[in-house]
């Protein structure tokens, strides 16, 4: 009898997915133990947290349950991936119609004070499905233009949303559309920090990484200070930089002139700058040590020179890895540049900031996620770029 059970028991849990039943584990917390939404009489006294059921009309959050305990047996069991690709991009796209009707249904006709949240259950089905979504696309090894295409249907959907004003009753749109302007403007503050610094550390970044490559004692001096730089936390870099670029900026006029001072953009740049030379170099000289050497010997018997062979063989067969570099780069950049409004530089750091010293959460959201966002998008197109000048290898027969 004892053997039987115990044969039996692998057979009962056979159909189960491991990572799935985490999953559905997930969105039971966010489903009955977390807020979906939470209730402030204004933007800074803490909300009163609402369910599902409380925050939305009783059809709607009956609809919304359904979705939600379709989608654990469908997670947690091996259900073709398909099916549960289309299940997370229906869970996300409920839950994101459905706070949006919360913030419309809890907030009192006419009050301007009441501030709608998404509560922590939202946020933790969020996370669970798109959990869920990225675990189904990585099984359908889909190919770069599939994955940027699903990229852009999410953008254009998030877009659709915002444009409907179906969020404009959530505390998040409110704070927005009292600093629209001001939200653009960092916006492009932080992109330029991001994009700026990457482009100076590529293309100083890159002919160093060459020379590296090519001198052995000067791969290991730079390469350990780069290592050693790399250490120093981001709050205490930019505050290092801030004496001597303002003593700069004292004795050179003009480029005071320029902008370059002691607080602001200067010293982020320069900081993001910093930052960003190891990943460059290190991959440069992994991508070039990387070369095989048939591929260098052939060019040598073709009577190439050595600037010949870097720029027609060797740095064209490095650049994925080289590429790989930038995109952990960028991704690195946005994330940092948040810090710069700590030393006036601006970006989205500046609502975060903001917001923590006002304890206006709503506040802190409206920088988080849009830097968020922009990492993400960027890591997924420069993902599939990298996969697309990657070389295949050649099918076997």
Known sequence: MAQSVATALPKRVIGLDKLGVVIALI???GWFALPFV???PNRILPGEPRSIFAALPPLHAAILAAVLAVSIPVSALRTPTIFRLAMSFLALAAIA??????????TPEGDKLVRIAPGAGF???????????ADSLTRLRLGPWPRIAILAAVAIGLGALLWSGSWSDLSILKEYASRADAFWREGQ???LLAFGSLVVATVVGIPLGVACYRNRRLRTVVLNVL????????????GLLIAPLGALAAAVPALAAIGVSGIGAAPAMVALFI????PVVSNTVVGLVGVPEAANDAARGMGMTDRQRLFSVELPLAFPVILTGIRIVLVQNIGLATIAALIGGGGFGVFVFQGIGQTAM???LLGAVPTVALAFASAVILDAIVEMVSPREPAND
């Open 27 to 29: 969105v039971l917390v």
């Open 38 to 40: 939470d209730f402030k």
């Open 97 to 106: 119609i459905y706070v949006g009707i919360a913030g419309y249904f809890l």
């Open 123 to 133: 946020w933790v089905l969020t996370g669970a499905f798109a959990l869920l979504a």
């Open 189 to 191: 503050t932080h992109v």
């Open 227 to 238: 290592n050693a730089v790399q250490t120093i936390p981001s709050i205490a870099l930019f």
């Open 275 to 278: 930052y960003s030379l190891l």
């Open 362 to 364: 709503d506040l802190v």
